[in-house]
């Protein structure tokens, strides 16, 4: 769970990474800017209390980016490796409830 700053920093950096790096739609590698996930960075940011599974994580990805930009393209099963990946990243960092 995000509790600081700090914290609040730290999972915004986590989750930036790995949704440029997953570039949905393939933004990013057409010339998007850097910022042009951050409105959906940050709303993955405010659910990261929410995780507790890599299940979680996909769930979160999924909501977000089907609000963000409709629901094709981004069924729940295509989010699960970057789900996964999420999930693994914030608990190494200690930031999801109870690590």
């Given at each position: 769970?995000?509790?600081?700053l ?9 989750v ?26 940050a ?13 979680d ?23 699960a490796d970057v789900g ?16």
């Amino acid at each position: 769970m995000v509790r600081s700053l700090v914290e609040w920093k730290l999972a915004t950096k986590i989750v930036g990474d790995i949704v440029r790096e997953w570039d949905p739609y393939s933004l990013m590698s057409l010339g998007a800017p850097h910022d042009e996930f951050d409105v959906e960075i940050a709303a993955v940011v405010k659910e990261v209390g929410r995780i507790r599974s890599a299940a979680d994580a996909t769930v979160v990805l999924n909501r977000v980016f089907s609000g963000a930009f409709g629901d094709d393209g981004f069924p729940r099963e295509d989010c699960a490796d970057v789900g996964a990946k999420l999930f693994e990243k914030l608990n190494d960092a200690n930031l999801l409830k109870g690590g």
